[in-house]
C-alpha cells in the first residue's frame, strides 16, 4: 500500500482548487495499490482555501507546540493542519502503508525547504517518504 499526496495524481485538492499530477509518478504507480490523501482537507480546511505557511519554525516545531501556521488571510489553521497530520498517519498505520510520495514545497507534504507538518508526522512515526514536485 503506497500513501500518495492527491493533488499529484490529479485530484483538485490543492489551496487553489487545482491540481499538479506528475505524469511520471502516475506511470509508476500504474497498478499499485495507493491511497490518496489531502491532509489539510482531512483537517477540515475547505478547497479553494488560503494559501498558508509555517511561521516560527517547520512541522515539527509546529507539532510540538512551538510554531503556527497561519493563512495569508491571517487566519491561524495550526490545529486543522495538525488534525490533517493525524488522520493521514491514522490512514498509513490502519492501511498497512510502505511508503509515501508527498507533495515537494507544501506546509503540509514537504520535506526539503522546508518540513511540513504532515510529512513530519509520518516521519516520526517511521513511514518512508519521497519528495516529488
Do not use: H, W
Not at 503556527?68 to 495550526?78: C, E, F, M, R, S
Not at 525547504?113 to 517518504?129: D, R
Amino acid at each position: 500500500m503506497i500513501l500518495v499526496s492527491a493533488c499529484l495524481i490529479g485530484l483538485s485538492c490543492r489551496y487553489d482548487g487545482e491540481s499538479r499530477p506528475d505524469v511520471r509518478l502516475i506511470e509508476k504507480l500504474r497498478g499499485a495499490c495507493i491511497v490518496p490523501v489531502c491532509p489539510e482537507q482531512l483537517g477540515g480546511l475547505t478547497t479553494p482555501r488560503p494559501a498558508a505557511d509555517i511561521y516560527y519554525g517547520n512541522g515539527i516545531d509546529v507539532l510540538n507546540g512551538q510554531a503556527k501556521v497561519l493563512a495569508i488571510d491571517g487566519q491561524d489553521v495550526t490545529e486543522a493542519f495538525k488534525r490533517g497530520a493525524e488522520q493521514t498517519v491514522f490512514l498509513a498505520s490502519t492501511l498497512g502503508v510502505k511508503q509515501c510520495f508527498l507533495r515537494a514545497r507544501s506546509p503540509s507534504c514537504g520535506i526539503t525547504a522546508q518540513i511540513g507538518v504532515t510529512a513530519a508526522k509520518l516521519l516520526l512515526k517511521g513511514f518512508e517518504i519521497e519528495e516529488v514536485g
